[in-house]
């Protein structure tokens, strides 16, 4: 059973990120997936909160959505994240809340975000989490499907991974379609 509600007459707020009264420092190109090596995921939160409140070269703003291990509330405190959807990966019942046993509706949401935002950036924190409650294969599946459409569109996908975590095989097989970053490239 889903732990994931819907809500269908909800009202649709803007998600894009006043801004922060910050430069660009983070440059991640349209359609690429990069897998960060890092733990905790602070590059990859800071790399994302950067895009999303910051405007590129020809003043395009990306829109973000973040889905994670960590509260929602604490995540929007500490990266000054008022309008970005934030999901939290939790094991318990409630709006903004995807079990991580249920790959599917974390794939749809995903897969929604790419088609309905042209220039959008997801970040995915909890990989570890979601491969502890599914098979390494299964989740790997997900990650390849998300891939597919993220290099079709001008979206960008961080996936921040504790290399101590997988096997040297697994970290190859996330790589393999990926950009692998051990430190973020900032922009010019």
């Known amino acids: 059973m889903s732990l994931f509600l819907f809500k269908k007459n909800r009202e ?6 006043s801004g922060l009264g910050i430069s660009r420092k983070y440059s991640l190109s349209p359609g ?3 897998v960060v090596e890092e733990t905790p995921p602070s590059i990859s939160f ?3 909160s950067n895009l999303i409140s910051t405007a590129d070269g020809k003043g395009n703003k990306p ?3 973040a889905f994670t291990r960590q509260h929602p509330d604490l995540v929007r405190e500490k990266y000054g994240l008022e309008n970005t959807p934030i999901y939290w990966l939790a094991t318990r019942a409630g709006e903004g809340v995807i079990s991580p046993t249920n790959l599917g509706i974390l794939t749809h949401t995903m897969i929604k975000f790419v088609e309905d935002n ?11 989490y979601l491969v502890s409650n599914n098979d ?3 989740v790997l599946r997900v990650i390849d499907q998300l891939n597919d459409h993220i290099s079709q569109s001008g979206s960008r996908l961080i996936l921040p991974v504790d290399p ?14 990926m950009e692998k970053i051990s430190a ?4 010019e």
């Open 164 to 177: 101590r975590v997988f096997e040297p095989r697994e970290l190859a097989l996330l790589e393999r379609n």
């Open 184 to 187: 973020m490239t900032t922009a």
């Open 118 to 128: 042209e220039n959008g950036v997801i970040l995915l924190d909890g990989l570890e």
């Open 32 to 34: 690429k997936s990069y």
């Open 136 to 138: 390494f294969n299964k």
């Open 63 to 65: 829109v973000g959505i």
């Open 12 to 17: 649709k707020k803007s998600i894009r990120e």
């Open 46 to 48: 800071d790399a994302f």
